[in-house]
């Protein structure tokens, strides 16, 4: 068995904090980006993981702005 470095995606602590866009915002950004990356070539794996992290991303943002705008 081999051990190997493991650094998270996302990790609460590191990105904690963060400014937390509009719910308007983040909604029109995850529908933008939903777009860009439906282009990905799914035998690319550089491709595919750039799209995977950058929904990720859009994802969290629209979490993170749902979750603001529903504490109102």
Known sequence: ???T???PL???ERDGGRW???L???LEAA???LAEQQR???????AVL????RLEIALRHLVAAHDAEAAR
Not at 40 to 46: G, K, L, M, P, V
Not at 50 to 53: E, F, L, R, S, Y
């Open 20 to 22: 937390v866009p509009p």
């Open 5 to 7: 470095a493991h650094d």
């Open 24 to 26: 308007d915002m983040a």
């Open 40 to 46: 990905a070539n799914i035998y690319d794996d550089r």
């Open 31 to 33: 529908r933008e980006t």
């Open 1 to 3: 068995m081999t051990a």
């Open 50 to 53: 750039t799209a995977a992290v």
């Open 10 to 12: 996302h990790n609460s």
